[in-house]
C-alpha cells in the first residue's frame, strides 16, 4: 500500500496525529529546559526545606532527610505546560500555513487546538500553572504567610475553587453536562449536583499532585502513567484532539524526567504539580471517567488519606499514625531508598492505571 494510500485512513491518521504530538513536544521540551534551568541557576531560583508542618509543628523527618536538597531549583513544571501550550497554538496557527506551503492536507490535521476537547483543559492548565509559579515564586523569596513563605493553604485553595467553579460552569451551562458515569451500568443525571462534584475532582487531582511532588520523579512518573491511560481512553472514545493533548503532555512529562530522575537536576515545583494534576481532573471529566480516575491515580487517594490521617489522629489523640506524611516520607523515614519508593510507586501505578483502563475501555457502553 503507498504512503500516500495510508494517510487517507482516518484510523492511521489519528494514530500518527496523537503520536506525531507526543514527539513533538518532547522535542520541545527537551530543546527548552536547558535554556530554562539556565535561568533557574542563574537567578538562584531554589527551594528552602521546611521546618514545620502545615500545621505548625517543627517536622521530625523530612526536613533532616532532604538537607541536602536545599538550593535545588524549582518551577522545573513550568516548562511542561507551556510546551503544551506553545505546540497547541502552533499547530493551530502555524501547520494550516505549512500546509497550503507545502500542498498537503495531512499537516493541518495534526491541529489539536479545538473549543469542545481542548480549550478548557488548556485554561485549567495554564490558570493552575500561574497559580502555582505565583506560589513558587512566594516560597523562593520568602514571601507570603506561612513561615518560610509561600500562599497560605486556604488562599490556594479558594484560588482552585475559582479555576474549577469556571470550569463546572462552562461544562454545566455550555457543554450540557450534569452525567456521571458508571462503568459497566451507564450514564446517571445528577442536575445541578454536577457542579459540586466537578469542582471536588479538580481539588482532589490538583491537592493530591502537590502531595505527591515530594520525591525526585516520582509525581511526574504517576501523572505520566495517567495522562498515557486518558489519551488511549480519549482516543477509544473518538476524541481524537483530547487523546493528542494528553499525548502532548506525556511527551513533555518525559522530557522533564530526563533531567529529574535521582538525582533530580530541578524540581516540578507547585506550578507543575498543581496545572497538571489539575488538568488531569478536567480530562478525566471530559471523558466522563470520573470513577476510573480514582482507580487509574489510586496512589493519590492514598497520598491524600495518610495525609488527612495523619492531621486528624494528632489533633484528636495528639499522636502519629505514620511517621511522616504523606505516604511516601514515611517509607522515607522508615528507611527505604528514594529510588526505591519513587520505582515502587511507579509499578503501582502501572497497575492500577491498567486495571482502570480496562474498566474503563470495557465499561463505556
Known sequence: ???????????????????????????????????????????????????TSVSGEKLAYVN???????????????????????????????????????????IARLDFLSRSQTWLPLFALGAAGILGLCDDIMSIRGW???????????????????????????FYEKLGWDQIHIPAMGDFSIGLWYIPLFIFVILFTAISSNETDGLDGLNAGVLLTAFGAFGIISFMQN?????????????????????NVYPARFFMGDTGAMSLGT??????????????????VLIYVMESASVA????????????VFLAA??????????????????RAWIFTAITAAAGLIIGILGMG
Request: net charge positive; with cysteine.
Open 64 to 106: 533532616k532527610l532532604h538537607a541536602k536538597k536545599s538550593g535545588t531549583p524549582t518551577m522545573g513544571g513550568l516548562i511542561m505546560w507551556v510546551s503544551v501550550i506553545i505546540l497547541a497554538f502552533a499547530s493551530h496557527w502555524l501547520l494550516p500555513a505549512m500546509a497550503e506551503i507545502y500542498n498537503t492536507n495531512f
Open 279 to 296: 488538568t488531569l481532573g478536567v480530562v478525566a471529566l471530559l471523558t466522563n471517567s470520573t470513577i476510573v480516575l480514582f482507580l487509574i
Open 326 to 343: 504523606p505516604l511516601h516520607h514515611h517509607f522515607e523515614a522508615k528507611g527505604w531508598p528514594e529510588p526505591k519508593i519513587v520505582m
Open 144 to 170: 507570603g504567610g506561612n513561615k518560610g513563605g509561600g500562599m497560605r493553604f486556604l488562599m490556594r485553595f479558594w484560588w482552585l475553587i475559582g479555576i474549577a467553579g469556571v470550569g463546572a460552569w462552562w
Open 239 to 259: 476524541k481524537i484532539d483530547l487523546s493528542a493533548l494528553c499525548a502532548a503532555i506525556s511527551g513533555a512529562l518525559l522530557a522533564f524526567l530526563w533531567f
Open 309 to 320: 490521617i495523619q492531621l486528624t489522629s494528632k489533633k484528636l489523640f495528639k499522636r502519629k
Open 1 to 51: 500500500m503507498e504512503i500516500a494510500q495510508i494517510y487517507t485512513i482516518p484510523e492511521v491518521t489519528n494514530v500518527i496525529k496523537v503520536l506525531s504530538t507526543g514527539v513533538l513536544a518532547f522535542l520541545l521540551a527537551f530543546f527548552l529546559t536547558p535554556l530554562w534551568t539556565h535561568i533557574l541557576y542563574k537567578y538562584r531560583f531554589g527551594i528552602r526545606i521546611k521546618e
